[in-house]
């Protein structure tokens, strides 16, 4: 079923407050067709009636953009205002295990995952059943489809490592594609129970992950893991080599989950989407430029070839984003709305219900304040969402905006009397928007003093 003015405030990990025009949930993939035609239904429907409304009230209707996003468990996104985007909230569960699935491997099993199951859940499920590969990753709140997509990463492992392939729906064409990650496994040909498309997906383009991205972009409905009944714990990570070599995953799952504990707040206590920012990534030299600087910095090589970007001639090294920001003075700012946290500071966290705008505003601040002091720029590592039409109509029918209407009758009636006095007209409909754009760049103003002398404070 298709909704309409749909909040998505208790769908997010931030809890910001905002609205989808367009609001569906998906429970099985068989759902996808259907649930596809319904949505192409009702947004014939809507844009009749905004056509309608607009036209009887004298505005142009311009043909709206249409964009789709999935939503999984919104831990690593930041909705703000009326989302003109169609939102498909995605619970698609199940997991089944193929064992013997490659030749000559009866170590490794393959698992299809339904995309709305919470990787939390999946790890569970491994654990119990012997199953393994991405204990590193426990703690990592969201969905698998999500994971996969955003190649979530942790303490040394991403999920990657572990990927196979996926199943993806194109809203474009509306066809389902299976796309498998380069692999040198040999699938069992004589296995019956595998899905065929397993089998054929040699000829579709390949999955290729780099940090924290993906080339995917539909909607994966399941994803393909394989997993090794061997353990092999990986300890190399900071924080993680002094564990015993022989810990076993279930401890070492456990063990993380302690570590992540100290190190982040709880968001459903402290509401925020993880790592606000990637870990920026430069060039080696730029790298000992800045580190002549600021002797303290500290940069990794990246020894992952799925890291590299377009640039592989040079050695990449990856900075610690949290550690720039630390060092700008800003770890643990906050004000009665937002701030940024006490235990790690790539994580803002919405302490009092500030709205998404506030906390994008509050994130310009801190990626300004990080460029001016090293000359870096930070990219957000959290999905922006803000996708909207804008139209006339919408704050004519908002009764929070009823005041529009009158402002516009307001300046008919001083237009008019300006024009049969010879005077000069002054819409009060320009002079509200002037102040309202003052209003918000004086709340940036005395945001960016306010973090600034906390950060002068914190430097001293
Ligand atoms: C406290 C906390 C700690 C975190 N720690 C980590 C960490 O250690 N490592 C890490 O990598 N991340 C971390 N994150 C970020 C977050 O957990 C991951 O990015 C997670 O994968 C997001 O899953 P989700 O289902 O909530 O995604 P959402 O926020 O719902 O969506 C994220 C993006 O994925 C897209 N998407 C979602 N589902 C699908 C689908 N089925 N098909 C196509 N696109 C889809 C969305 O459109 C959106 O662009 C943390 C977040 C929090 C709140």
């Given at each position: 079923m298709v909704h309409t003015k749909t909040s998505l405030k208790d769908k997010c990990t931030f809890k910001t407050g905002a609205t989808a025009r367009f609001y569906a949930e998906i429970?099985?993939?068989?759902?996808i067709d259907t649930l596809m035609e319904e949505i192409d239904c009702q947004i014939s429907e809507t844009i009749d009636e905004i056509q309608y409304g607009s036209k009887a009230l004298g505005f142009d209707f311009p043909k709206p953009k249409l964009k789709y996003y999935f939503l999984g468990e919104g831990s690593n996104t930041l909705f703000h205002g009326n989302i003109d985007e169609v939102v498909i909230k995605n619970q698609i569960k199940g997991i089944k295990v193929f064992e013997?699935?490659?030749?000559?491997?009866?170590e490794l099993v393959l698992l299809r995952v339904?995309?709305?199951?919470l990787f939390e859940d999946l790890l569970s499920f491994c654990l119990e059943n012997g199953y393994y590969g991405?204990?590193?990753?426990?703690?990592?709140?969201?969905?698998v489809g999500a994971a996969a997509v955003g190649n979530i990463g942790a303490y040394g492992v991403e999920q990657a490592d572990c990927f196979f392939g996926a199943s993806e729906y194109n809203v474009k064409d509306r066809k389902t594609i299976y796309r498998k990650k380069k692999n040198k496994l040999s699938i069992s040909k004589n296995h019956i129970e595998l899905p065929e498309e397993i089998l054929t997906a040699n000829l579709n383009p390949e999955v290729v992950f780099s940090y924290r991205h993906s080339n995917i972009d539909g909607f994966v409905l399941s994803v393909d893991y394989v997993f090794s009944k061997t353990p092999k714990p990986i300890l190399n990570y900071r924080g993680l080599d002094t564990l015993p070599k022989d810990i076993s995953p279930k401890e070492l799952a456990e063990e993380i989950i302690r570590i992540r504990d100290k190190k982040i707040e709880n968001y459903k206590d402290f509401p925020n989407a993880g790592s606000f920012f990637q870990n920026p990534i430069v060039p080696e030299s730029t790298f000992t430029i800045l580190k002549s600087k600021f002797p303290d910095l500290h940069g990794f090589k990246l020894d992952n070839q799925a890291d590299l970007s377009d640039n592989e001639q040079e050695t990449l090294m990856k900075l610690s984003a949290a550690q720039l920001i630390e060092m700008v003075g800003l770890k643990g700012y906050r004000n009665e709305k937002y701030g940024i946290s006490k235990l790690h500071s790539l994580i803002i966290i919405?302490?009092?219900?500030?709205?998404g705008e506030e906390l994008l505003m509050f994130s310009k601040v801190i990626k300004n304040m990080v460029n001016k002091y090293f000359s870096i720029t930070l990219h957000e590592e959290v999905r922006l969402h803000?996708?909207?039409?804008?139209?006339e109509i919408d704050k004519y029918q908002d009764e929070s905006n009823k005041y529009q209407q009158e402002v516009d009758e307001i300046d008919e009636i001083n237009n008019i009397e300006a024009m049969l006095e010879g005077k000069e007209f002054v819409s009060l409909k320009e002079v509200l928007e002037k102040e309202e754009e003052y209003k918000v760049q004086t709340m940036k103003d005395e945001l960016e003093i306010s973090m600034y002398n906390y950060a002068q404070k914190k430097l001293l």
């Open positions: 429970n099985c993939v068989e759902e013997n699935a490659f030749e000559n491997k009866p339904g995309s709305g199951e991405l204990e590193n990753l426990s703690g990592v709140p969201g969905t919405n302490y009092n219900d500030a709205t803000f996708e909207t039409w804008n139209l």
